[in-house]
């Protein structure tokens, strides 16, 4: 099985995605049990391709025994993470295991897996986000729970587990900000949405620290309500919107409604359709800035280059 995400036909705004769906068989922790499997996804827009288990060269200075080594793939060095171990899980050796390639934040990594079992094409709404409970279980590696063909499927947060792996990669760095008191002056209010906590906290703080006012809401969804509830009240009031809101920043991966789905519906409405929206994601690429523009958002930073998501949001505001 291969893809490409030239492949990816979905529509943009149709609040779907494909999901790549793969199990881990985890050793049973009672001796002269069957193993236990168990089911994770990966949106298709993450995935470069699947392969069988290279060859392997040992990285020098490992600081985690997740990371078994590093494989050479059409002239690029790409480390190989043991997503069980990752998950603190025993994985039973199999025949043929699986390597998951992967391509998001602007890096490339490969996690090694069990088995692939296929792509399925699923509605965001089918995807509920995971309790506080479910998320305290799995060191908070879980951003989606969905059920496919009668089985509970886990979408991993990629984003976590690379920035774990990889304290200082740059799209953890902070920007250096300047004109905090200009931007504090103007009072502008932006909504954020974003699934991931740590993703959430991290851009919620980077855009305080620029001098704007942040109100955060888990997905689109919330977004949505929010976004009406404050339009019916600047109509109500005969005020403007800017009143309440001056921009959104949104992620384009989230459980119930995507950032595009919100952004067609906020472009779509007739009072809404003048709210600059920045879509902020690990997924925003060359080969998929054309989704984001379909929709009709205003500006797309990728989450590698957070440094340019205040620029970009200043761009769209009157300064």
């Known amino acids: 099985m291969s893809s490409s995400r030239n492949d990816i036909l979905l529509e943009s705004g149709t609040n779907e995605l494909e999901v790549v769906e793969f199990f881990l068989d985890e050793e049973p922790k009672v001796e002269g049990r069957e193993p236990v499997r168990l089911f994770y996804g990966i949106n298709v827009a993450k995935v470069l391709e699947i392969i069988r288990l290279p060859e392997l060269t040992e990285m020098p200075e490992i600081s985690d025994p997740s990371v078994l080594g590093a494989f050479n793939l059409r002239n690029q060095i790409i480390p190989l993470i043991d997503l069980a171990a990752w998950l ?77 792996l990889n304290p200082d990669a740059d799209f953890l760095k902070e920007p250096e900000l300047l004109d905090v008191q200009e931007v504090k002056e103007q009072h502008y209010k932006l909504l954020l949405a974003d699934d991931s906590n740590m993703a959430r906290k991290m851009i919620s703080r980077i855009l305080i620290n620029a001098g704007f006012e942040v109100t955060t809401v888990d997905n689109g969804e919330q977004a949505w309500e929010v976004l009406k509830r404050l339009r019916d009240q600047a109509s109500a009031e005969g005020r403007p919107m800017t009143d309440f809101v001056d921009a959104l920043v949104s992620d384009v991966e989230m459980p119930i409604m995507d950032g595009h789905n919100l952004t067609k519906r906020v472009k779509d409405d007739p009072v809404l359709r003048e709210l600059p929206v920045v879509l902020c994601s690990s997924i925003v690429s060359e080969t998929l800035q ?23 949001v200043k761009k769209l505001l009157p300064l």
């Open 290 to 312: 054309h989704k984001g523009e379909a929709v009709g958002a205003d500006a797309q930073v990728s989450k590698a280059e957070l440094g340019d998501l205040v620029k970009s």
């Open 88 to 164: 603190k899980k025993k994985r039973v050796q199999s025949a043929e295991p699986k390597v998951i390639v992967t391509e998001f934040n602007r890096v490339r990594s490969a996690f090694l897996v069990s088995g692939v079992t296929r792509i399925h094409r699923i509605n965001w709404r089918e995807v509920e986000a995971p309790t506080n409970y479910v998320s305290s279980l799995t060191a908070n590696s879980i951003t989606g729970v969905v059920k496919l063909d009668k089985r509970i499927v886990f979408i991993l947060d990629m984003e976590k587990i690379c920035a774990d």
